[in-house]
């Protein structure tokens, strides 16, 4: 069965810091890798996504990330963190022919301080 | 505005009142999903429909039932609500063609009290 590991449940940084955020995947065959967003009191939007090529992709508002296969993982990053990235972070993964369901980690919440 | 649309936004039940969560979605697209979000859990699968006329459980169906109605709406019904079941609902739609690219268009929610 499929799975996702997010390493940190709460990140609390202050602006302009450099974020990392951690996912790993378990899954025994060729994955498509997502990452979700959720601001307070909205639902999830894509923030980006890898199904194949360049393992480093980036995303809107300046956030990418990178696959790496031999370590089951797809890291989430961003140089420099505004107040306005307060948010819920998702790693989510399927099966390659995009037939099955997404599972979901357990999220990273993160919070920036002025 | 194109997308998922919920209804109700939140809803407080009666342990044992039954309800139905109503998702539809006007993308065309194939497939439909009913996840539950619950803190510290993230989002696990309830129950999921890949196209019209079919669906499969997920993650979590235990205490819900669904109906796909027609191509674009999916319910979820709970039967004999328990405090277990308090949550915040979301449906979500996808089309294999555009999944890669687009990934999931999920719904504002629906959060559920169960007392």
């Known amino acids: 069965a499929q799975s996702v590991s997010q390493h940190n449940h709460h990140v609390i940084l202050s602006e302009a810091a450099s974020l990392e955020l951690g996912c790993n995947y378990s899954y025994g065959g060729t994955v498509n890798l997502f990452w979700y967003v959720q601001y307070p009191g909205q639902h999830l939007q894509l923030l980006l996504k890898y199904f194949s090529g360049d393992p480093l992709v980036k995303g809107i508002k300046g956030f990418e990330a990178e696959f790496i296969k031999s370590k089951f993982s797809f890291n989430l990053r961003k140089p420099s963190v505004q107040w306005s990235d307060t948010a819920e972070y998702f790693c989510?993964?399927?099966?390659?022919?995009?037939?099955?369901?997404?599972?979901f980690g357990k999220g990273t919440r993160l919070s920036v301080i002025a | 505005n194109a997308g998922v649309t919920q209804t109700p936004k939140f809803q407080v039940l009666k342990t044992g009142q039954s309800m139905t969560l109503q998702c539809a979605q006007d993308?065309?697209?194939?497939?439909m999903y009913w996840y539950r979000q619950d803190p510290g859990m993230g989002l696990r699968l309830i129950y999921y429909s890949a196209s019209e006329g079919t669906t499969d459980k997920g993650e979590v169906p235990n205490g819900y039932n669904v109906s796909r109605l027609n191509k674009r709406e999916f319910s979820l019904r709970l039967e004999s609500a328990a405090p277990s079941q308090t949550s915040v609902y979301f449906c979500?739609?996808?089309?294999?063609?555009?999944?890669?690219?687009?990934?999931?268009?999920f719904g504002s929610g629906t959060r559920l009290t169960v007392v």
């Open positions: 993308m065309n697209h194939n497939s």
């Open positions: 979500a739609s996808s089309e294999k063609r555009e999944v890669l690219n687009y990934g999931y268009t």
């Open positions: 989510a993964v399927n099966g390659y022919s995009g037939n099955t369901p997404l599972v």
